[in-house]
Nanobody, 116 residues
């Protein structure tokens, strides 16, 4: 059974940084295209970044240049480095597969609050 455990969220001031982690157990993460998603209050969950099984990355426009997705195969973990955070980045962040891969059961997510 695959489990996704996200961590690293918190309260940060605008312009600050956070590094999110997603530990994947029950499967081998590098065979999948993995993504970070977020869900802001009252909004749908949206995909913000992907890391493919061949190592390429994609980002939605509003996080380009600020967020970096990466993967550590040895730790079976996916990361999201978030810099220059803005209040509109406030959301619960989740990791899961992306693209055509079937989604695993969603984890609990990690809450990011950007506020002064």
């Amino acid at each position: 059974q695959v489990q996704l455990v996200e961590s690293g969220g918190g309260l940060v001031q605008p312009g600050g940084s956070l590094r999110l982690s997603c530990i994947v157990s029950g499967t081998i993460v590098f065979i999948y295209t993995m993504g970070w998603y977020r869900q802001a209050p009252g909004k749908e969950r949206e995909l913000v970044a992907t890391f493919t099984n061949v190592g390429s990355t994609t980002y939605v426009d509003f996080v380009k240049g600020r967020f970096t997705i990466s993967r550590d195969n040895a730790k079976n973990t996916v990361f999201l480095q978030m810099n220059n955070l803005k209040p509109e980045d406030t959301a619960v962040y989740y990791c899961n597969t992306a693209g055509t891969n079937a989604r695993f059961r969603w984890g609990q997510g990690t809450r990011v609050t950007v506020s002064s």
